[in-house]
């Protein structure tokens, strides 16, 4: 097009013709965008090195291996007031992960089903969810985390009062408190039996799909592999003489002692975060579900599947197709909402790093452009799984 | 399932039993379903009813009434701070010049938001124009002897819905930039755009204001300061516009090459032939997606209480967390259910009209 332009141009002739052409404007303007931003760009590094030279503060990535000084309510990798300030990062950024990993589960079962409830044949429960999606999408979801930490958390007992639910767990207002695993060789054994169960499931996974291609036999591979991933450590669990020791959380002089200790923020910040992410998965749910054409389910009516067997095995096998795309966009909302954790206290990324490391150390552009490349890398590598996956979800031939 | 025989055979009853024959009952599962619904329904809004009715505190001077055991709701509270809520610390005298600057807007809002009022050029020009002139000195005084009101004392759901509309008028056109850069032909504008567009839509908005409140200063020459609000605004409408950009690159990749080389062909400049041409085809398409970026974002102004803005969430919780004169059990309940109520009677009204919207335009497709 740009080369048709320039042939098409009236004949050139010397002088200032070149001004009306659109190749030479494009490439004037693009100079002209490209200084300007050079400017702004050298205007701001000159600035900001202006600005700390008078604040006394010297840059770079020196001050990662400085102690920190501050302790971290949880912490998935041992990490002490004398750890460095890069440790406090892994810290951080594990807690944004762990909150991610869960939420994204729990947010996509509970999608789901209110996704499906909204076209529940039954009056009553398709009203229900749909009161659920416009309450809970139109309330920012700040304003939800606050209120479940400082309103709704705030009615359990004080630690004192610590309340008991059965199976040896406490609940109070500073946690949730389940006995522990004791560290030990069979936890290793455990670990190692359970990862084995999840490769041989998988495994089965991928036989089975390859003898339904390319010999029509149908294997329920998703129960035996479910059952391999659960008895396999149940195995080897009794094999080693059911050795395992647990540490049982007990009522303390102050507060409930020992135990595996789940803090009232992460608890909050789950909630939050599933509670608001599944109203806007339930949506997408819903259009994908609705975006299947009517003759499908008619013809898998046709062919004598039950209603269950239809949703199943022809349904929702084609809406995933349209659920996917939107289905990650909600993941990575939600692992950058997670960040919202810093109002409520839990130690994600952006609390620990973008805030007390910021504040101790001082060096405001580092952590921040850090902290930016961390949630930019989370969402580009989100993006080319789920895009993998979308891939291998779409109609071979097409 | 009732299937056709037993329906004809069926006596006709009252159209409600049958109703509810058909939609609730017409399976064991079904009745199960409508059981737990009805269980559901029976402990959440009776227990509501309880909280926020019954057992609620109406009358009080502070903390204590709401403090009995078995209270409910602590209305008092809200009564108490309603003037903090909706103006912040606003100086009292001075609160007419909010109200008269909504009024003004609602003037301005009202009658283009109804697609059958005429004039809508001259209405769009004022509140594009004429508003945010009059909204600017009538806030911030300085002029007309009206006296200074600084930001700083800007507060509640003033600062809420300055943020938001400040955001929504400067994330629009900057959106329509980015996106129309973004499918440029000059490789160098769409680096540009899309570097920007992915760099910020990867990212969360609390980064993207920690920026803008702790580094745009640096990037400034030592002797500027900005103001607070003006830098969360600034946070805001970039954050925005990122997402803009991509609702609208979505209508104009919807628009036939046709209409683009129907105006090429009539010879109009590319400003000419995005203005005139293709933008309004392309923004008609995706209304529904601009008003739930704008959703978005009012939903959004939350988090400027995260950089020590007082929004009327910021000013909600500052009351429920540090007057010690209102500190009760019900406290923090009653405020936050004030200020998610208000969130979302504005948030479900604009998805109802864009709802509206677009209904409106796919029977004006269907009726072409």
């Known amino acids: 097009m740009r080369g048709a332009t320039r042939d098409a141009g009236v004949a050139r002739r010397a002088g200032i013709d070149w001004l009306y052409d659109p190749y030479w404007r494009g490439v004037v303007f693009q100079l002209a965008l490209v200084i300007v931003l050079l400017a702004i760009g050298y205007e701001i590094v000159a600035n900001v090195a202006a600005n700390l030279k008078k604040q006394n503060v010297a840059s770079g990535f020196d001050f990662l291996g400085r102690t920190s000084g501050f302790d971290i309510s949880q912490k998935l990798i041992s990490y002490e007031n004398t750890s460095s300030f890069g440790r406090a990062f892994w810290v951080g950024l594990l807690n944004t992960l762990l909150v991610a990993g869960i939420g994204i589960v729990l947010a996509t079962v509970l999608g789901f089903v209110i996704g499906l409830g909204r076209l529940s044949p039954n009056w009553l429960i398709a009203r229900l969810s749909l009161a659920y999606v416009e309450i809970v999408r139109n309330v920012p979801l700040l304003l939800q985390l606050l209120f479940w930490y400082f309103a709704a958390l705030r009615s359990l007992p004080m630690p004192l009062d610590s309340h008991e639910i059965g199976a040896g767990a406490y609940i109070n207002r500073r946690g949730l408190y389940l006995p522990a695993a004791v560290e030990g060789v069979a936890r290793e054994t455990l670990l190692v039996a359970a990862l084995a169960g999840i490769a041989l499931a998988l495994c089965l996974l991928v036989i089975a799909r390859r003898q339904r291609l390319e010999h029509g036999e149908t294997f329920d591979a998703g129960r035996y592999g479910l059952a391999i991933v659960f008895l396999l450590p149940l195995a080897a669990y009794f094999w080693q003489g059911a050795p395992l020791v647990f540490d049982y959380p007990r009522l303390g002089r102050y507060n409930v002692e020992g135990g595996l200790v789940i803090l009232p923020e992460l608890a909050a910040l789950l909630t939050g975060l599933v509670v608001y992410t599944a109203a806007f998965i339930a949506e997408i749910v819903r259009a994908g579900i609705v975006g299947v054409p009517r003759g499908q389910r008619e013809a898998a009516a046709a062919l004598g599947l039950s209603r269950g067997q239809a949703l199943r095995l022809v349904v929702v096998p084609q809406a995933m197709r349209i659920i996917v795309p939107p289905l990650t966009n909600q993941y990575l909302n939600l692992t950058k909402n997670s960040s919202l954790a810093v109002a409520i206290g839990y130690p994600d990324l952006v609390s620990v790093f973008s805030g007390t490391v910021l504040n101790l150390s001082n060096q405001a552009v580092e952590v921040i452009l850090i902290t930016m490349a961390v949630y930019l890398a989370l969402s580009l590598s989100t993006s080319l799984v789920m895009n993998a996956l979308n891939a291998r979800l779409a109609p071979a031939g097409r | ?368």
Do not use: H
Request: charged share 15%; net charge positive.
């Open chain 2, 1 to 368: 399932m009732t299937d056709a025989a037993s329906r004809w055979e069926r006596p006709r009853r009252l159209p409600g039993i049958d109703w509810a024959r058909d939609n609730l009952l017409d399976s064991w599962s079904n009745a199960l379903l409508t059981v737990a619904g009805l269980w559901l329904i029976w402990i959440v809004g009776a227990g509501f009813i309880d909280w926020a009715l019954v057992r609620a505190v109406w009358e009080g001077e502070d903390g204590r009434a709401c403090s009995v055991p078995g209270a409910g709701a602590c209305w008092p509270f809200i009564k108490a701070k309603m003037g903090l809520f909706l103006y912040g610390r606003y100086p009292e005298a001075e609160r007419w010049r909010v109200g008269l600057t909504y009024a003004l807007a609602l003037a301005g809002l009202g009658p283009l938001m109804i697609p059958r009022v005429p004039g809508k050029l001259w209405l769009s020009l004022y509140m594009l124009v004429v508003f945010p002139i009059v909204a600017f000195v009538l806030l911030a005084g300085g002029l007309l002897g009206l006296p200074v009101v600084k930001t700083a004392n800007w507060g509640g759901l003033l600062v809420t819905l300055v943020v938001a509309s400040v955001g929504i008028a400067g994330s629009f056109p900057l959106g329509i930039l980015l996106a129309l850069g973004r499918r440029s032909a000059l490789p160098a504008v769409r680096w540009v755009s899309t570097g920007f567009i992915e760099l910020v839509r990867g990212v969360p908005l609390i980064t993207v204001l920690f920026m803008a409140s702790v580094m745009l200063p640096l990037f400034l020459p030592p002797d500027i300061t900005i103001d607070k609000l003006l830098r969360a605004l600034i946070g805001v409408a970039l954050f925005s516009a990122a997402y803009l950009a991509e609702v609208i690159r979505g209508g104009l990749q919807a628009i036939p090459k046709g209409q683009y080389e129907a105006a090429d062909a009539l010879g109009l400049s590319y400003w000419q032939k995005m203005g005139f041409v293709v933008l309004p085809q392309a923004l008609r398409l995706v209304i529904p997606g601009i008003v739930n970026s704008f959703i978005s974002l009012f939903k959004d102004t939350s988090l400027v209480l995260i950089i020590g803005l007082f929004d009327l969430l910021g000013i909600v919780q500052q009351s429920i967390q540090s007057d010690s004169k209102w500190f009760s059990p019900e406290t923090a309940p009653t405020g936050y259910f004030f200020a998610g109520a208000i969130f979302w009677v504005f948030c479900f009204s604009m998805s109802r009209y864009s709802a509206f919207l677009e209904r409106r335009l796919a029977s004006g497709e269907r009726r072409e």
